[in-house]
């Protein structure tokens, strides 16, 4: 008992001199300490540069705060930034949100829409119209690229559903990103391709991966089918750092909800992530995620890159 108390000192100790060496001195939301907003890594820095200021202006003067916003290299920054406290709020996909959760207790402020309604997605299947197979059942033994190992929609939901029709495929690859998938599928160096899916427009215009290469390719959508839908997935939010203060959290949420309805708003959402406006969200959202994840026999840090790496550093220093 005395060494398992022992233990547990040492990891407090521990993680107190991993988050105490990154607090921050002033009042927050001031020139000296302002909040951080830091962005998802998904259209690049150019997308980057030309939102951020946009959106630190905008919050700048709607709350009274001073807010930076901040580019990110990856989902793992973003996580231990928030663990640290170097964040405030952040963009974050749907798995690294469910992470970030459990390991540093960020809470989910407002949720994603797309097409002004969407608050929800799913994964598709795809599979070459004369490559013979019509249903999951014909995946059994086939090739399937997934767009990457930490996509809700590229892999944990399209995996889940072939585990729940008892498929197993002859031979997985992981083609770092939906696009990829797709062209892996379209150039016959697969069987299907796993990536995600969304509803078409209020015009009827496809939105789902295909869409991804049709530029290089007019004719993917007559050559390229999909096969089968997943269960619907939470968009996914923007989190906040435990700890914040709530009258900041709330000017923060209520400010950002106000932006998305501007003209001006909306553009620069939807430039920098297709988004088109925010819902408001909580962590019970992502219940159906731990579930998807629990029921493939994975835990979230096999799927986040760098999970482990970070979960050894910050939460429990010297697993093995």
């Not at 598709?124 to 249903?135: K, Q, T």
């Not at 400010?255 to 992530?273: H, I, M, N, S």
């Not at 995620?289 to 050894?312: N, W």
Request: proline share 4%.
């Amino acid at each position: 008992m005395r060494m398992k108390s022992l233990t547990a000192v040492v990891i407090a100790l521990a993680l107190a001199t991993a988050f105490s060496c990154t607090m921050r001195k002033g009042e927050l939301g001031t020139e000296k300490n302002p909040v951080r907003f830091y962005f998802m890594p998904l259209k690049g820095e150019e997308a980057f540069k030309a939102a951020a200021p946009v959106i630190e202006k905008y919050l700048t003067e709607h709350t009274g705060l001073v807010v930076r916003a901040e580019d990110s290299d990856d989902f793992i920054t973003i996580i231990k930034a928030l663990g640290q406290k170097k964040a405030d709020m952040a963009f974050m996909n749907t798995l690294g949100y469910v992470l970030a959760h459990d390991w540093t207790k960020a809470e989910a402020e407002l949720k994603y829409l797309y097409g002004d309604v969407y608050s929800t997605y799913r994964g598709e299947i795809l599979a070459r119209v004369d490559g013979g197979i019509e249903s999951v059942s014909d995946l059994n033994g086939k090739s399937i690229a997934f767009a990457d190992a930490y996509s809700a929609g590229g892999y944990i939901y399209p995996m889940k559903l072939l585990k729940d029709n008892g498929v197993a495929p002859g031979k997985i690859v992981f083609a770092k990103g939906h696009k990829n998938a797709v062209q892996m599928l379209y150039d016959g160096k697969v069987d299907a391709a796993a990536t995600y899916h969304t509803q078409p427009s209020s015009a009827g215009l496809m939105r789902d991966s295909r869409t991804e290469i049709a530029k290089e390719h007019p004719d993917v959508i007559s050559k390229i089918k999909i096969v089968a839908l997943t269960d619907e997935i939470p968009n996914g939010p923007i989190a906040t750092r435990n700890g914040l203060p709530p009258e900041i959290r709330q000017k923060l949420t209520a400010a950002l909800k106000d932006f998305a309805r501007t003209p001006e708003g909306r553009k620069t959402l939807f430039e920098l992530y297709n988004m088109t406006g925010f819902t408001a969200s909580e962590d019970s959202d992502y219940d159906g995620v731990r579930k998807a994840l629990d029921e493939l026999g994975k835990s979230v840090q096999e799927v986040v890159p760098g999970g482990i790496s970070f979960y050894k550093t910050y939460i429990v220093p010297g697993l093995e």
